[in-house]
Nanobody, 126 residues
Framework: QVQLVESGGGLVQAGGSLRLSCTAS????????MGWFRQTPGKEREFVAA????????YYADSVKGRFTISRDNAKNTVYLQMTSLKPEDTAVYYC???????????????????WGQGTQVTVSS
């Protein structure tokens, strides 16, 4: 089992930046692809970004490409989402997720992830 805990959410003005962190328990974090998703009330969960086990491969939703950067520090069992040029439409609860198939490629479908954090709220004011 892997437990994921997100942090770093908050309230920010449009155009601002935030960095989300997701820290994982367990010794196998470094072997897992990780993803960030977001969800607003009444909408389906939306893919944001994903990264492979080594950090050498990343994948972004078109809506965040060029503004968000996913990265990881396997020594700290942590994956990050650096968000810049934030827009009001980025407002959502952000979730990190882990794919337990070791050494897999980053993926955009939420049903391909096995472990989820509790989420952290990001609110962007206009």
């Amino acid at each position: 089992q892997v437990q994921l805990v997100e942090s770093g959410g908050g309230l920010v003005q449009a155009g601002g930046s935030l960095r989300l962190s997701c820290t994982a328990s367990g010794r196998t974090f470094s072997r897992y692809a990780m993803g960030w998703f977001r969800q607003t009330p009444g909408k389906e969960r939306e893919f944001v970004a994903a990264i492979n086990w080594s950090g050498g491969s990343t994948y972004y939703a078109d809506s965040v490409k060029g503004r968000f950067t996913i990265s990881r520090d396997n020594a700290k069992n942590t994956v990050y989402l650096q968000m810049t040029s934030l827009k009001p439409e980025d407002t959502a609860v952000y979730y990190c997720a882990a794919d337990r198939r070791i050494y897999s490629a980053p993926k955009s479908r939420d049903d391909e992830y096995d472990y989820w954090g509790q989420g952290t709220q990001v609110t962007v004011s206009s």
